[in-house]
T-cell receptor
Framework: SAVISQKPSRDICQRGTSLTIQCQVDSQVTMMFWYRQQPGQSLTLIATANQGSEATYESGFVIDKFPISRPNLTFSTLTVSNMSPEDSSIYLC?????????????FGSGTRLTVV | ELKVEQNPLFLSMQEGKNYTIYCNYSTTSDRLYWYRQDPGKSLESLFVLLSNGAVKQEGRLMASLDTKARLSTLHITAAVHDLSATYFCAVDTGYALNFGKGTSLLVTP
């Protein structure tokens, strides 16, 4: 099963700045997924990232605000640009492939972002 | 648009009691997942249900899937405090996961 290292685990940022979140996977994966979890809410898919192609964004999310890089099959970054307090959320990356017991998708440990 | 509805959204139950969380979804899918999330933590995978009639059990938790009714259940048997967490069901669209709103479970003495 895949193991994901996500960093930073948390950050407090000033509005108007940008933060880049990194996810490193210990095996090669075709697709990586980025989710946002707003306070007290469920997870919403931001985009899917394939290596060597542009990320595919879900409705309500745009590349200028959430640029994604996917330089190889084990790594991806999500940038939250020109931040405002409304961007305060937990951001999680995910890949397909879970544990031997449960399968499914594995999630990174999450980045808790607070914008002040 | 796929909708995933979980209920209840909040559940307070006493230790030793049984309860069921329901997850209804609006489109055809034969892959459904249950996750647990502790406060401030990421998601822990609990169950993967891959076909109609699938039933899986781990400790005090048992999950089932009825693809014809588009319904999954997560049954809690003899609850203990350590089960306090938020539980999410997620439907695999074949593209990514679509999550329910989550059930916040509190188990009290």
């Amino acid at each position: 099963s895949a193991v994901i290292s996500q960093k930073p685990s948390r950050d407090i940022c000033q509005r108007g700045t940008s933060l880049t979140i990194q996810c490193q996977v210990d095996s090669q994966v075709t697709m990586m997924f980025w989710y946002r979890q707003q306070p007290g809410q469920s997870l919403t898919l931001i985009a899917t990232a394939n290596q060597g192609s542009e990320a595919t964004y879900e409705s309500g999310f745009v590349i200028d605000k959430f640029p994604i890089s996917r330089p190889n099959l084990t790594f991806s970054t999500l940038t939250v640009s020109n931040m405002s307090p409304e961007d305060s959320s937990i951001y999680l990356c995910s890949v397909e492939g879970g544990t031997a017991l449960s399968g499914g998708y594995t999630f990174g440990s999450g980045t808790r972002l607070t914008v002040v | 648009e796929l909708k995933v509805e979980q209920n209840p959204l909040f559940l307070s139950m006493q230790e030793g009691k049984n309860y069921t969380i329901y997850c209804n979804y609006s489109t055809t899918s034969d892959r459904l997942y249950w996750y647990r999330q502790d406060p401030g933590k990421s998601l822990e995978s609990l169950f993967v249900l891959l076909s109609n009639g699938a039933v899986k059990q781990e400790g005090r938790l048992m999950a089932s899937l009825d693809t014809k009714a588009r319904l999954s259940t997560l049954h809690i048997t003899a609850a203990v405090h350590d089960l306090s967490a938020t539980y999410f069901c997620a439907v695999d669209t074949g593209y990514a996961l679509n999550f329910g709103k989550g059930t916040s479970l509190l188990v009290t003495p």
